[in-house]
């Protein structure tokens, strides 16, 4: 997860702008919701590996 540390600004605002083309703005919010229950799963995953 290296790459992810050494993204600027820039970076961030061209794949939000690419996002934004593919999903269009009516989509945006349920994508939010799933890339976030995602994230939070993923988090709970680890910790619960981590715990054993």
């Known amino acids: ?19 934004l083309l593919l999903f269009g703005v009516g989509k945006l919010p349920q994508v939010g919701e799933g890339l976030g229950k995602a994230i939070n799963n993923f988090k709970n995953a680890i910790g619960k590996s981590e715990e054993k």
């Open 1 to 19: 997860m290296g790459f992810i540390q050494n993204l600027g600004l820039p970076q961030l605002a061209l794949i939000a702008f690419i996002v």
